[in-house]
């Protein structure tokens, strides 16, 4: 498929953005804060490697030629950057609640 416009199987950005937002909100709530720095440990290592290769593969993609993959791998590589954001914020405003209690 060459255009950009999602499939009706293919959910946008924004619909993303908003499921993840919403999954986080509900992640945090049920392991509770205690819990939440080793949930978000198990989290962010496997997207860090996510990112990083989706990262050498995008330099492989440009070196090759192969531009008509980079687009698609920056869309890969921006997703895992925007959920890693997500679980970092979940985790400070998780140690601004226990340093409330």
């Known amino acids: 498929m060459t ?5 009706a199987t ?6 993303l953005g908003g499921d993840l937002k919403a999954e986080a ?3 945090a709530h049920a392991v509770g ?3 939440l720095s080793s949930v978000s440990h ?19 993609a440009a070196d090759r030629g192969r531009g008509d993959m980079i ?3 920056e869309k890969i590589r921006d997703a895992g950057r925007h959920l890693l954001s997500v679980i970092e914020r979940m ?3 998780a140690e601004d609640t226990s ?3």
């Open 3 to 7: 255009s950009d416009e999602p499939t």
């Open 10 to 15: 293919e959910p946008d950005a924004a619909t």
């Open 25 to 27: 909100s509900a992640l």
């Open 33 to 35: 804060a205690q819990n």
């Open 42 to 60: 198990e989290l962010r290592t496997p997207l860090n490697a996510i990112i990083g290769y989706s990262e050498l593969l995008i330099d492989q």
């Open 71 to 73: 687009a698609d791998l």
């Open 91 to 93: 985790l400070e405003r």
């Open 99 to 101: 340093d409330q209690d």
